[in-house]
């Protein structure tokens, strides 16, 4: 295992390690219960996808605050959850997160999944909207692929293209005031690094993966429970997007923001569309 004070990160991943482990990652710590709840209608289908069984032993990539290692971990009765992430800042959040629900059967490891020595002999390995974010997804999801059995199961949530997810063009569009937003260069770290099923099945079947399957979700995306508190989110979230206008604009731009969040706004709070990838994989 990789200790946190000696971390062997790819040079490439260097940028997404200073983000997880500065404000980003506090951010993210912070909200937790907020982020686990947004996607909170994808995890059936990704855990379904996964059939974690009682003795099997699972590695979740991404892992964050470990809301899907504990799931895994409640499943795998028998066997074991391990959960890598970038963040120490969230691993503090999901090692006491499973210490206050009892559960000892699961390991948090502070690692860059695309180096690390990962954990042999694993039956399954997942990633709930973690696998986008690697410099070289082909040597991250092999190296992760050196962690499975042969014949080892690989479920992974990805989103689809910006166009289909109603939350980031709503939002953009708001805080952009009127200004372009640059899309990121082809397969570039990030959110939608892996929303093409073309890139996605290259990537696997660089990676050594066969019998790829890329399913298409749609669920509502939770925001907050008002629009006050969904507003104060968001602007959390994305409020660096308003860095160089000017007050008038800055205003105009919370103001079509907010309109924009009360009109999303349901009997179960305030809710986008979004729109993912299932993809599941199995090692040779």
Known sequence: MVAAR??????????????WEGSQ???????????????ARYDAPLLA????RPADRVLDVGCGTGATTRAA???????????????????AVARRRADEEG?????????DAQVADLPGGSDVAV???????????????????????????????????????????????????????????????????MADPARVREVLDGAGYRSVSVDALHEPLWLGADADDAFGF????AGWMLEGLDDAARDAALGDLRRRVEAHRGGGGVEFGSAAWLVTARRP
């Open 127 to 193: 990633s709930r909207a973690g696998a986008m974010f690697f410099a070289d997804p082909v040597a991250a999801l092999a190296n992760v692929g050196r962690a499975l059995l042969p014949g080892g199961r690989l479920v992974l949530l990805v989103w689809q293209a910006a166009a289909a997810n109603e939350w980031i063009t709503e939002i953009t569009t708001a805080l952009a005031a009127g200004r372009p937003v640059p899309a990121p260069p082809p397969g570039a770290p990030g959110p939608f690094s």
């Open 49 to 52: 996808a996964a059939a974690v």
């Open 6 to 19: 000696s971390l062997d990160v790819d040079p490439g991943n260097a940028a997404q390690h200073r983000s």
């Open 73 to 91: 971990a409640r499943l795998a009765v028998a066997g074991s959850a391990v959960g890598v992430d970038l963040s120490s800042t969230m691993l």
């Open 103 to 111: 559960l000892d059967n699961v390991v948090f490891v502070h690692a």
């Open 234 to 237: 968001v602007t959390g979230l």
């Open 25 to 39: 990652g506090e951010f993210w710590a912070a909200e937790a219960d907020r982020f686990d709840r947004s996607v």
